[in-house]
T-cell receptor, first 109, second 109 residues
């Protein structure tokens, strides 16, 4: 069966520091991969979408970037975090239905 | 994105039936998905509709009308553990999922 791993679960980072969140999927090949952000009490905002290695589609211009160095690995990065980057970050994979990782709660202080 | 609209909050009584509505933009639409999200956790998949009609899965049912851009999630025999946010998501284009802001359901004894 397919599983998705996302880490860390929580993260507190100072303003201006870099960010790297990693997500890996097991049990499937060539999945579509996604990064979402959820502000407190809000819905999920699609940040990035990938259909294959090195193929990244950005939905919203922002302080973040994504990379897909391997088929089942998706990374969310920032060179310098802003206070507004705080939120709940969710990685998902899809072969038809989207399934989510456990999420990373990021607090920028 | 894609104007996914759903009520912000609803309250219902344990044992009752509740219907959560969702409207969406029909252009480029490929399917409607429902997720449950408990506070502080990642969303979990409940149900999906691609064609018009009703899909039943135990106490949960989901309905779709593609011509009207409308869906609903029906929860029967409500239990206290059903208190959560319910997210409506539309799939567009090749495989992009856009979410509504979520409906927070409060189940009272």
């Amino acid at each position: 069966s397919q599983t998705i791993h996302q880490w860390p679960a929580t993260l507190v980072q100072p303003v201006g520091s870099p960010l790297s969140l990693e997500c890996t999927v097991e049990g499937t090949s060539n999945p579509n991969l996604y990064w979402y952000r959820q502000a407190a009490g809000r819905g999920l905002q699609l940040l990035f979408y990938s259909v294959g290695i090195g193929q990244i589609s950005s939905e919203v211009p922002q302080n973040l970037s994504a990379s897909r160095p391997q088929d089942r690995q998706f990374i969310l990065s920032s060179k310098k975090l802003l206070l507004s980057d705080s939120g709940f970050y969710l990685c998902a994979w899809s072969g038809g239905v989207a399934f989510f990782g456990q999420g990373t709660r990021l607090t920028v202080v | 994105g894609q104007n996914i609209d759903q009520p912000t909050e609803m309250t219902a009584t344990e044992g009752a039936i509740v219907q959560i509505n969702c409207t969406y933009q029909t252009s480029g639409f490929n399917g409607l998905f429902w997720y449950q999200q408990h506070a502080g956790e990642a969303p979990t998949f409940l149900s999906y509709n691609v064609l018009d009609g009703l899909e039943e899965k135990g106490r949960f049912s989901s309905f779709l009308s593609r011509s009207k851009g409308y869906s609903y999630l029906l929860l029967k025999e409500l239990q206290m553990k059903d208190s959560a946010s319910y997210l409506c998501a539309g799939k567009y284009g090749f495989n992009k999922f856009y979410f509504g802001s979520g409906t927070k359901l409060n189940v009272k004894p």
